[in-house]
Each structure stands twice: as C-alpha cells, then as structure tokens.
C-alpha cells in the first residue's frame, strides 16, 4: 500500500509585477507534477497584478492586501483563511518576478521524500535576464549577517554546483515548506517585511532540528526586482541596500547565543566602519550613510532585538551548533573583504553583497561574452599562470642573489643612505617638530619624504630599517610589477608588457641607485611608470576619468619631488607641452594637467620656498650628497646609453640591445606618432641629464639618474608599443619570421645582461649591512640632555669635513636640515683653529656650541691626533686603528650662563618636547645672560609669569637676560603657525585622495516606470 500523495499549495505574491507575473503564472500553471491548491495574493498593486492573478486562479482564489503588506504577512493571512487537508501538507511559496521549471516541483517533492528531515527545500535559481547565470544555490552568511551565495559574481551555470545540498538558507522565491514547521516556528517574522525574513526562518529551522535543502535539478529564475530597484517599494520607506543591510544585523543578532551576539556586535562596527570609510573614499556617501544607518537603527532600537531575542530563545543555544556549521568558512570573510579593496581599487566600489547577490554584482557587459565556458582554475593557476607575477618572482630572484650581502647584518647604510636607525615614531616627532634639536639646530621645514617614510614605516610595523629595505632594496621587483601593471591600458600583448617591465627594472639606474643607498632615485624609478600611466589617462581618458587621474597624478608627484625634486621639474615641461598640443583638442584636458601640477606646489608648499632659496638642490634627491658616488667626468657615451656612471653601474655598452630596439621601432608606421613622442620624451631626459652631470652642486655634480630613468621610460614604451608588430612578422612566417626573431633577441640582451652581471658581481658599492655607529655607548649615555659631538673625517685633498651629533645617530632627513651659513661658517673657523693648534680660545668657543666630545673615524691623522691631544681644552678618552675620542674638560651643555665679564658656567635643565627646556637659573648678578646653544630667533622663555628679554650671543646663539633671584626658566619655542600647516597639510592630503580615489564606475541603475491610472481595489475574497 503506497503512502497517501502530499498536497501542495501554491502561494503567489504580487505587487506592481505585472511584467513579470504572466510567465511565472504560466510555470506555476504548468508543473509536470500538478498543485492541489493555487493561491494568489495581490499587495495592492497598480498595475493589473490583481486582474491576472483572477483571470488565472479564479475569483475565489485571489486576496488582497494593502499595499504595504510584506510577503510573509501576505502569506499568513492566506494560512489563516486556508482550512488544512489533514495529510502531509506543502506550502510552496513564490514571488510575482519568479518562473519556476515545469518540473521544479516534482523535483523539490522528490528530495523531501527521499529525506524525511527536510522540512524547506528551495530550487536553483537564475537570472531572469540572462538565464545562464546563477543567483543562488543555497545562501548562508558570515557572524556579520554578510550574505555570501558562494557563487563568483556572473558565474555561468554549467552544472557544477549540481546535487542536493543542505544550506542554511533558500529564498522564498520558490521556497517549499512543510505546513507543520511552517506553524510551529510562526512562519516569517512580519518584522521583517522583505530582505532576510528567508534566513530567518531557515535558521529557526536548523536550530530546531530540521533541514534545509536546495535541490538543483529543480530550477527558476528570479528577477530581482525589489533588489535591483526594478520596482518601487511600498513596504518600507528605507532605501533597499539599508533595509537588506539592517535586517542582516538584526537577524543575526536575534538568533545568536548571548556571547557569540557580543562578538558579533563588536564585528559588525568594525566592519561597518571600515566599509564606511571605504564608500566615501569611493565618493559613495549615500551608501556610506546606508552602513552606518542601518547599524545605528539595529543598536538604537533595543526593545525591538529584545523581543526577538526573547522569541527566539527556545533551543537557540543547543541549536547553534547546527546553524554554525553552515556559516561561511572564516577564511572567506577575508576573501570577501580583499574582494572589497580590489572593487575599490579598480573603480567598481566597495560594495558587495549588501542588498544584492554575489552573482549579479555588475550588469552585463559586452566584454563577458564567451566567458560562459570558462571555469574557475583555482587561486594556485591564476597567481601562478600570470605573466606579471611570473616577472617578479624572477626579478625577485635576481634581487636577492645579487644584493646577498645586504640581506641581513646590523645597520643599513653607506653612500647616500645615512644608517638606517629609530622607528617610525621618531620619524614622526621629527617630521612634526617646529624646531629640530639636531645638528646645530634647525627650525626650517623637515623634508616632506620623511613623513611618507613615517607612514611606510608605520604600515611596516613600526620598523624603519624595514620599510626603507623593501623600498631601496626591492626597487627592481617593485619598478618591475609597476611598469607591468601601469601599461596594460596602453600595451595589449602581454610578452610585450613583460619585457617593457624587465628591461625597465633592471636599467642601470636601479642597480646604481641600490649601490649607493640613493633612497629618492628609488622612490621615484618605482613611481615613473604610474606617472605615465596616470598621464596618458588624463590627456586621452574621459572627462570625469581624468580629473581622478590628475588629482592621482599629482598626488604621487608631491611624493616623486619629495624625494627628488628634478623629477617634478621634468613632468612639469612635458606636462606644459602636452596641455598645449591636446588643450585644444580635448576639452578639459589642460585644467587636469594644471590640477596635477598645482598639488605638488600645494601640498609641499613651505618646503618648497625654502628649497628655493637654494635653487641648486633642485638637482640633489634625498640623502647624503657625496662627491665619491658620482662620475665628475662621465662621457657623453655613458649618458646616450642610459649609463648615470657611479659605483655599482654595469659596463655601458649593456643597454645597446634596448636602443637598437628602440630605433627599430622607429620603422613600424603604426603607432609612429606615439615612438616619436617616446623618443622625444628620451631626448629631453638625456639633455636635462647632461645638464645635472655638468653643473656643481656644493662641490660636485649631481647624480643624473633620475632624469636617465625619465628617458628610459620614454624609450622602453616607444620599444614596447610595437611588440604586436613583431608578433606579427612572426606569425608571417619566412623570412619576416626570421627578422622577428633577431629583433626579439637583441630586445632581450640588455635585461638578460644586466641581470647577470648584477648577480655575479652583486652590490659593488659603499651600501652595506654593519655599519658602525659613530656614537659609542659611552658617548651616548653621556649626551642624554642633547649635548653635541663632533664628527670629523678626512676628505680628498688632505680636506677635514665634520658633522654635529646630538647623542644618537641621525635619523633619516636630518643631515638635510637647513643651518645658517653664518652659523656654519664661524664654527668651521673654531674647528680649524682646534685642528691647526693655533691655540687660544677655540676648544673653548667649541664648548659653546654645546659640544661635549670630538669624534675622528679611524684612522686617524698624526697631525690631527697632535693638535687635539695639545688643546688644554680637550682630554683624550680613546685612541684605537678604529679611531679616536676626546672629550671638553669644561662642558657647557645646551644651556648655560654667561656673566657680565664673559665667564660661561653651566646650569642644571631637563629637555622638553619640542626642543624646548626648562633651566635651573641660580640667584646671582644682574646682567647675566642664559644662553642657549641654538641659533637665535623664534626662542620665548619665562620665569615667574614674566617673559624673559631675548637676544643673540655671539653673533649667533640665542640668550635671555637672567633673572637675578634665579628660578625655574621655561624655554620654548614658537611653532604655531608651523602646527597649523601641519593640520592644513594633513587635510589636503585627505581632501586629494578622495578627489583622487576610484570612486564607482556609474551611478546605480535604477528602472523607473510609468505609474497607470490607480485601479478601484476589488474587496477581499475568502479563500476556500
């Protein structure tokens, strides 16, 4: 005897979906497995909804409801009205923009028999509009009420997620139910009148002990009105992204156990505050505003979650660990959040799946066509398979086998790099102190790549040492993956893009840079390719396109001409020329160019007037300016070859393969007019490059990679754009094929040779790991207060040059501080006169400077050992082939007195923020003076309330006249307005990388639709 057949009520839903309501009426009406009952339920809808629901079910067979009834209100009130059948009963529940398969039902029928534990089951759903994509095969959500199909977005259904699966949810869009649960778990929450009210009861399902399925063989297809705006929403008021993203919240935190809701909680504002972030980033504030509301409106109604809690407490705890299991995999969540970063990054925006499914994130587009037979290879195949992550695992290779020696050891340094010391807290002091206790004691501006080594430093944990190794270090590899990925707007061919990255990354400017510690060539050779790229968008790309690209592009220019002001220059003239050969063409073009000018000069502005002052160090990038590391006379061959001369340069005859591949490209008539404008670039690199090799800059000229490295750019891309070319003469075959290959080979031997002379000769430069500090323990922990140390060192010519230490070695930037030439120049005069043993004061007049030890690098000079060794001044502490250290018999520190005759006596002072101090001043004579060992101007000191009359010592230090009765004198010094660009810098910096930012790619479709002529509501009808 055969179990008695279940019946099946079909439960149809409409409101205002008239176009979509014949064909799902046609599909409910067609089953291969007939329905018992049919029900149809109109929310007052506008648009003839209710008329075809008669005209197909009868008149006795369709309700009516307000129009602002929600689906699982819609669905109660026919339960309510419809008597049971006594048997096994199913509620098949089904929305108006819903057509199932004729046997969708014989399907999901079928499954529940075959596991009596299944009490929901739900089909496989599609997209109405392309119905190859899948929607949804089961949904569950992360402890975040993040909805995740685990579905990629517009994946083709291609039977791969094929089988009944148990899930923690299905929608209601075809959703069968046992009539049973359905009234012992309350059906859906009316709270909940559209968006999550699925999850809701499927989770209270599970808890309870029962299954939820999806049955694929069983199909439809969903339109997604509500979702996608297709619809007006008479339901709620609320946008559909806030409702969707509120009802999560509010689920999840109904549903969990108390701990994991606290948990949960706290994710939930951590999350939404960084998605927050993100949309305004992205220029979405009414979506950002949709994140924090819908948060706000879940925490600030705590009545309304307590009451569901208190509904939802029977079998909440001793059910979770059912509903857990079905959560999304933890490691997903990560996914999901750099799946965020990378839909920002590439101008799509921040949004996921909030109020829309994974599958369906963006509308079709041309550019999918075809994609339907590709399959997903695994995370392993796509990183792996792909050129540009190929390329650089090579040139990270040939990184780390060539630069061996500077991998690991002590403190990075030598060349220009002084060594590498302090974190990115000191970097950050530095960069906001008004006035700079080191040195001589400066008060001008900190130079701007300081505060960007402070953020690098800060995102590398804090650790300096590290951030500036990944930057000087791992300067090929980061140029190379630049240079790739910054020209795949501009290069198709992907061979092409990677040899243009190689030949780039491994030009002899790179090696020469690492080889002399030179951190601002480095810095700006990783950012010329997304100079280029950024550029080439502003003068070809839409209009709104190229105004993110100029603000972009002149925000990493600000960085580029922190580091190496010439680069700026550079951009500047090519920019000008190009406003004046497209402004005229492209409306806008020259604004955008100017924008892109104009936030280097703002951003850098005060820096900027003092670099004026000194026009020369325009030539100069940042670090130490040494005559040894350059080519005093570097040929003329050298500069046509790329060559910038100095140590750890290869041979110049090694870029000749690329010059010859240049000059070939120079035959190829298409793209003509782009290769002559790449060999113009390279000209103007070369010119400004012989100019920085010939003009003296404090002694010596300046380094001229920066400018060979603009002229490769150039170079390298006119080369690169016609690789499609030679793929073709390829492709021809015979003797074509022939000149193919020679071409191709001759391209490839300057990267292949620089590469292998890099590795077998490795870093032959003054870089290196280890270096000494100058600054001995013992000296340190003698100088806690500031006192200086003088450093001198043997220079060519029998030449002594010194520098001032406080104590400590100098943080990156410091040695690049501003000091007044008069203040410079008198202390030079003291320390000639130490050295020369002339006698008199001149060890004393030291001690006024705040000096308290005299340090010589070894080996140290006969004739400097004698002449300090004679001053009765200076006592000497140490003298080894390592070198020597005297110390001032009578120190006076930072601060000290000076009497009316002129005998100096040092005080008692603790050092404060700032570079300011607060001094101990001793009862004593009127007319005394507290002198400090700073350069005078900006200094204020009280004592007793009553400011302290100021004035210069010496021509140069800073004094205020002493109070007799003594006390306790507080000095400080007046940076108020420096603060205040500080903050106006911040904002601007803010402000422009917002301007700057992707932002989405479109505003938000939204299908509007004629409205008809209000239709007279018929009166309810009873169901029978």
């Known amino acids: 005897m055969q179990p008695p057949r279940p019946s099946v009520t079909a439960i149809v839903v409409s409101h205002d979906g008239a176009r979509w309501l014949k064909e799902t009426l046609q599909g409910v009406l067609h089953q291969t497995r007939p329905l018992?009952?049919?029900?149809?339920?109109?929310?007052?809808?506008?648009?003839?909804?209710?008329?075809?629901?008669?005209?197909?079910?009868?008149?006795?067979?369709?309700?009516?409801?307000?129009?602002?009834?929600?689906?699982?209100?819609?669905?109660?009130?026919?339960?309510?009205?419809?008597?049971?059948?006594?048997?096994?009963?199913?509620?098949?529940?089904?929305?108006?923009?819903?057509?199932?398969?004729?046997?969708?039902?014989?399907?999901?029928?079928?499954?529940?028999?075959?596991?009596?534990?299944?009490?929901?089951?739900?089909?496989?759903?599609?997209?109405?509009?392309?119905?190859?994509?899948?929607?949804?095969?089961?949904?569950?959500?992360?402890?975040?009420?993040?909805?995740?199909?685990?579905?990629?977005?517009?994946?083709?259904?291609?039977?791969?997620?094929?089988?009944?699966?148990?899930?923690?949810?299905?929608?209601?869009?075809?959703?069968?139910?046992?009539r049973d649960v359905w009234d012992r778990l309350g059906g859906l929450d009316a709270a909940l009148p559209m968006f999550r009210d699925d999850l809701d009861l499927c989770w209270r399902a599970t808890a309870a002990g029962h299954r939820v399925l999806c049955v694929t063989d069983a199909v439809a297809w969903h339109a997604e009105a509500a979702t996608r705006r297709r619809r007006r929403m008479a339901v709620s008021d609320v946008?559909?992204?806030?409702?969707?993203?509120?009802?999560?919240?509010?689920?999840?935190?109904?549903?969990?156990?108390?701990?994991?809701?606290?948990?949960?909680?706290?994710?939930?504002?951590?999350?939404?505050?960084?998605?927050?972030?993100?949309?305004?980033?992205?220029?979405?504030?009414?979506?950002?505003?949709?994140?924090?509301?819908?948060?706000?409106?879940?925490?600030?109604?705590?009545?309304?979650?307590?009451r569901a809690r208190k509904a939802r407490r029977q079998g909440r705890k001793q059910g979770y660990p059912k509903v857990k299991r079905l959560f999304t995999p933890s490691g997903m969540a990560f996914r999901r959040l750099t799946d965020m970063v990378q839909g920002y990054l590439s101008g799509s925006g921040p949004i996921d799946s909030a109020g829309r499914h994974h599958a369906v994130i963006s509308e079709p587009s041309r550019e999918d066509d075809g994609e339907e037979l590709l399959t997903d290879a695994g995370l392993m195949q796509r990183v792996f398979g792909n050129p540009g992550v190929l390329l650089c695992l090579a040139l990270v290779a040939v990184t780390v086998a060539a630069e061996r020696s500077l991998l690991y050891g002590g403190l990075l340094g030598g060349g220009a790099l002084v060594p590498v010391a302090g974190g990115a807290s000191d970097l950050w002091a530095f960069y906001t102190s008004g006035y700079h206790a080191a040195?001589?004691?400066?008060?001008?501006?900190?130079?701007?790549?300081?505060?960007?080594?402070?953020?690098?430093?800060?995102?590398?944990?804090?650790?300096?040492?590290?951030?500036?190794?990944?930057?000087?270090?791992?300067?090929?590899?980061?140029?190379?993956?630049?240079?790739?990925?910054?020209?795949?707007?501009?290069?198709?061919?992907?061979?092409?893009r990677v040899w243009l990255a190689a030949s780039y990354a491994l030009l002899p400017v790179a090696t020469g840079a690492v080889a002399a510690g030179r951190l601002g060539t480095a810095m700006v050779f990783v950012l010329l390719p997304a100079y280029a790229a950024f550029a080439a968008r502003v003068i070809t790309g839409e209009r709104r396109s190229a105004r993110r690209a100029a603000w972009a592009l002149g925000l990493l220019l600000a960085v580029g001409t922190a580091f190496a002001p010439l680069v700026y220059v550079l951009v500047a003239v090519l920019g000008g020329l190009a406003a004046v050969s497209f402004g005229g063409v492209r409306r806008g073009v020259g604004l955008s160019l100017g924008i892109a000018m104009a936030v280097p000069i703002v951003l850098l502005f005060p820096w900027l007037l003092q670099l004026a002052a000194d026009p020369g160090r325009v030539l100069l990038e940042a670090g130490l300016h040494r005559p040894g590391l350059v080519d005093p006379r570097l040929p003329p061959a050298a500069l046509l070859l790329l060559s910038p001369g100095g140590p750890g340069v290869p041979p110049i005859w090694v870029t000749g393969g690329l010059i010859a591949a240049a000059l070939a490209a120079l035959l190829f008539r298409r793209h003509q007019m782009v290769v002559v404008v790449g060999w113009g670039v390279t000209v103007f690199g070369v010119l400004v490059a012989t100019v920085a090799a010939r003009v003296p800059v404090d002694g010596a000229p300046a380094w001229p990679g920066v400018p060979l490295a603009f002229a490769a750019t150039g170079l390298i891309v006119a080369a690169a754009l016609t690789g499609h070319r030679v793929i073709e003469l390829h492709r021809a075959g015979g003797l074509r094929r022939v000149v193919a290959v020679l071409m191709v080979?001759?391209?490839?031997?300057?990267?292949?040779?620089?590469?292998?002379?890099?590795?077998?000769?490795?870093?032959?430069?003054?870089?290196?790991?280890?270096?000494?500090?100058?600054?001995?323990?013992?000296?340190?922990?003698?100088?806690?207060?500031?006192?200086?140390?003088?450093?001198?060192?043997?220079?060519?010519?029998?030449?002594?040059?010194?520098?001032?230490?406080?104590?400590?070695?100098?943080?990156?930037?410091?040695?690049?501080?501003?000091?007044?030439?008069?203040?410079?120049?008198?202390?030079?005069?003291?320390?000639?006169?130490?050295?020369?043993?002339?006698?008199?004061?001149?060890?004393?007049?030291?001690?006024?400077?705040?000096?308290?030890?005299?340090?010589?690098?070894?080996?140290?000079?006969?004739?400097?050992?004698?002449?300090?060794?004679?001053?009765?001044?200076?006592?000497?502490?140490?003298?080894?082939?390592?070198?020597?250290?005297?110390?001032?018999?009578?120190?006076?520190?930072?601060?000290?007195?000076?009497?009316?005759?002129?005998?100096?006596?040092?005080?008692?002072?603790?050092?404060?923020?700032?570079?300011?101090?607060?001094?101990?001043?001793?009862?004593?004579?009127?007319?005394?003076?507290?002198?400090?060992?700073?350069?005078?101007?900006?200094?204020?000191?009280?004592?007793?309330?009553?400011?302290?009359?100021?004035?210069?010592?010496?021509?140069?230090?800073?004094?205020?006249?002493?109070?007799?009765?003594?006390?306790?004198?507080?000095?400080?010094?007046?940076?108020?307005?420096?603060?205040?660009?500080?903050?106006?810098?911040?904002?601007?910096?803010?402000?422009?990388?917002?301007?700057?930012?992707?932002?989405?790619?479109?505003?938000?479709?939204?299908?509007?639709?004629?409205?008809?002529?209000?239709?007279?509501?018929?009166?309810?009808?009873?169901?029978?």
């Not at 994991?260 to 979405?284: C, D, E, I, P």
Request: charged share 20%.
């Open 239 to 306: 946008h559909p992204r806030r409702l969707d993203r509120r009802n999560a919240m509010f689920v999840i935190m109904a549903n969990l156990p108390f701990r994991s809701m606290l948990w949960s909680m706290a994710r939930n504002l951590v999350v939404s505050l960084f998605r927050t972030l993100l949309l305004l980033l992205a220029k979405q504030p009414a979506n950002a505003l949709d994140e924090v509301a819908a948060f706000a409106s879940v925490i600030g109604g705590p009545r309304r979650l307590l």
């Open 745 to 1024: 080979m001759v391209a490839c031997v300057s990267p292949v040779l620089v590469a292998g002379l890099w590795v077998k000769d490795g870093v032959g430069g003054p870089l290196r790991r280890g270096v000494p500090s100058v600054i001995t323990d013992f000296v340190a922990a003698a100088s806690t207060r500031g006192e200086s140390t003088v450093v001198l060192r043997s220079g060519a010519g029998g030449l002594l040059s010194f520098t001032i230490l406080r104590g400590r070695t100098p943080l990156i930037g410091e040695t690049e501080l501003p000091v007044p030439a008069t203040t410079r120049r008198r202390l030079s005069d003291v320390l000639a006169g130490v050295i020369s043993g002339r006698g008199g004061d001149d060890a004393v007049a030291l001690a006024a400077y705040g000096v308290r030890f005299v340090v010589v690098p070894g080996p140290v000079d006969a004739g400097v050992r004698r002449s300090l060794d004679a001053d009765p001044a200076l006592a000497r502490m140490n003298l080894s082939p390592d070198g020597g250290l005297w110390r001032m018999v009578q120190p006076l520190g930072r601060a000290y007195l000076m009497a009316p005759d002129g005998r100096r006596t040092p005080v008692e002072y603790t050092g404060t923020p700032g570079g300011g101090m607060t001094v101990t001043v001793p009862p004593g004579p009127a007319q005394r003076v507290l002198v400090l060992a700073e350069p005078a101007g900006g200094w204020t000191a009280a004592a007793g309330g009553a400011s302290l009359a100021a004035r210069t010592v010496d021509g140069w230090a800073q004094g205020f006249e002493a109070p007799a009765a003594g006390g306790r004198v507080t000095v400080a010094y007046g940076a108020f307005w420096h603060d205040v660009w500080l903050w106006a810098q911040l904002a601007l910096v803010v402000l422009v990388l917002i301007l700057a930012s992707p932002g989405a790619r479109g505003a938000e479709t939204v299908e509007e639709y004629a409205e008809p002529a209000v239709e007279r509501e018929p009166q309810e009808v009873l169901v029978r």
């Open 439 to 496: 040195g001589l004691g400066s008060d001008g501006w900190a130079p701007p790549y300081v505060a960007v080594l402070a953020a690098l430093s800060t995102l590398f944990f804090g650790k300096t040492w590290l951030a500036v190794s990944v930057l000087l270090l791992g300067c090929v590899p980061l140029a190379g993956l630049s240079a790739y990925v910054a020209t795949r707007s501009m290069i198709s061919h992907p061979l092409a």
């Open 36 to 178: 018992d009952r049919v029900v149809g339920v109109d929310n007052g809808s506008r648009d003839g909804g209710a008329k075809m629901l008669t005209e197909a079910f009868g008149p006795n067979a369709v309700l009516t409801m307000p129009r602002s009834t929600g689906f699982g209100e819609a669905v109660a009130a026919v339960l309510e009205r419809l008597p049971r059948t006594g048997g096994e009963e199913w509620i098949w529940l089904l929305h108006d923009d819903c057509v199932p398969d004729r046997r969708a039902l014989e399907a999901l029928l079928w499954a529940a028999a075959a596991d009596k534990k299944a009490t929901i089951l739900g089909p496989k759903l599609r997209d109405w509009l392309d119905r190859r994509i899948l929607l949804e095969i089961g949904v569950t959500v992360d402890r975040s009420g993040r909805r995740d199909t685990g579905l990629e977005p517009r994946e083709y259904d291609q039977g791969q997620h094929d089988g009944v699966h148990e899930v923690l949810a299905v929608s209601t869009a075809g959703m069968l139910i046992r």
